[in-house]
């Protein structure tokens, strides 16, 4: 049994939701050789955030794109305002998501299901690269 830990640093991306898993994956490479174990992966950002969702169809990005942007919109009357108006929007909406996942490994892979991946949800207009902690336990 084994720990590893590795910084994956994403580039640049624009607001939306970005399919990320075979980023994750070649930032841990271990997990190949794994019969059992566990993916922790921690995003370090407030106004960006991870989920799990269907990975085929890219409708689905989009719609969750519109659908997050209803529910915490630029327009409601925040206070916080000094880094501009996506900004309090895009902690909202980091605060409903999530800034972490865990993933189960199951012979040499991730156990998701047939159509789900690993998305960066980027909440910001202009946002800068963003880094996850990849953490990683399994035999």
Not at 7 to 21: A, E, N, Q, V, W
Request: glycine share 8%; hydrophobic share 40%; with cysteine.
């Amino acid at each position: 049994m084994g720990w590893y830990q590795h910084t994956l640093t994403l580039p640049p991306m624009s607001r939306g939701f970005h399919l990320i898993t075979s980023q994750v994956l070649q930032a841990a490479p271990e997990i190949r050789d794994m019969r059992a174990g566990l993916l922790h992966v921690f995003i370090q950002h407030t106004s960006a955030s991870l989920t799990i969702n269907e990975n085929a169809d890219p409708d689905v990005r989009t719609d969750l794109e519109a659908s997050i942007n209803a529910i915490a919109p630029e327009e409601f009357p925040y206070i916080h305002t000094i880094e501009g108006p996506d900004d309090m929007p895009a902690h909202v909406k980091t605060s409903l998501l999530g800034s972490s996942l865990s993933i189960p490994i199951r012979e040499g892979g991730l156990a998701l299901g047939v159509w789900q991946g690993i998305y960066l949800c980027e909440h910001r207009n202009h946002a800068h690269g963003r880094r996850l902690i990849i953490t990683i336990q399994g035999e």
